[in-house]
């Protein structure tokens, strides 16, 4: 888990954000919203390569 202030990659706000599949900084609302899209995209990826 890496935190960080900056602006949310679905939100666009600036909040406490934590990296997600290494490459997207989500806020904790977004991540909550979206985890199942989030958890989606993570399994595509260990999929593909």
Request: glycine residues 4%; proline residues 0%; positive net charge.
């Amino acid at each position: 888990m890496k935190l960080s202030i900056s602006r949310c990659s679905k939100c666009s706000r600036i909040r406490l954000v934590d990296k997600v599949n290494g490459e997207k900084w989500v806020c904790f609302a977004c991540k909550q919203k979206y985890r199942h899209e989030l958890k989606a995209e993570k399994d595509k990826r260990l999929m593909a390569g």
